[in-house]
């Protein structure tokens, strides 16, 4: 790699050097006096290196060379490898450096692997195995496990028997009185069920259940009931588990799309008014990927 000097050049330059530290100490001695400040330090510019290397003989270079750490040994080489004549060993050093970035762009985040047949999702970017992230996506959810971006729509465990079905009044909701035509009512129906492999306990028995839920029959309550249909057709709206209000196991809860269960009684009473529930409903849905 590195091309050694033959010795007597070595020797040639190390006496060289060592005399014109010698004219300099002499010129300072012999010229103290009458030489300018300005002088003196114009000498030392122009040779600082040499001088500060030979204050140490040359026969401690070797013993010094053994002492630096394997980093600056590298770096060293790597000085002496970009100063050399031979391009192939410049071009080594940039694609080492390029297989190390490389190496940490393409860890997988599944497996903590490097990954194998590497896949780049298209809005995050994300690189993962392609085998690692195609399982992840069909048994766990379209969603990348890094920054969370939504790639597809993903499907709940909402018992697949239920039905969704809707109504409207001209009765206006609280808040809605002089910007809606009146009250759309959902009813969502579920009878009684057994457990399957998705919910918590499979081969158990849960309760049926039928919830209605309410929005002002405006233009966005009509966008936000066209979400709440697609979320029923995923599975999304209920799962299986504990009631939060009665304590029971094996039941049918909602799945944190919040729904109006009430006309009147505001936020406390899960009614209206409520100035941010709409927004805050289309949130939590394109958290499930529905907008
Ligand atoms: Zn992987
Ligand atoms: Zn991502």
Redesign the pocket.
Known sequence: MSKTLPSNSLLSISTQIQNDIKIIKKSRKTKNKTLSDTTVSTTYHETPNVYNSLTTKPTNKRTRLDSLTPNKLKQKKKKEILYDDDDDEIEEISSEKKSIEKIEIDRCAICLDDCTEPKQ?D????IFCRTCIDHYFEAIKPQ??????IYGEIRGNQPVNGTMTIDTSKHRLPGFEHDSRGTIRITYYFPHGIQDESHPNPGKPYQGTTRQAFLPDNRDGRHILELLQRAFELRQIFTIGQSRTTGYDNVITWNDIHHKTNIHGGVENFGYPDKTYLNRVKQELAAKGIK
Do not use: A, I, N
């Not at 809005?123 to 994300?126: F, L």
């Not at 990348?144 to 971006?149: K, S």
């Open positions: 999702l809005k995050c970017s994300h990348c496990p890094c920054c969370f971006t």
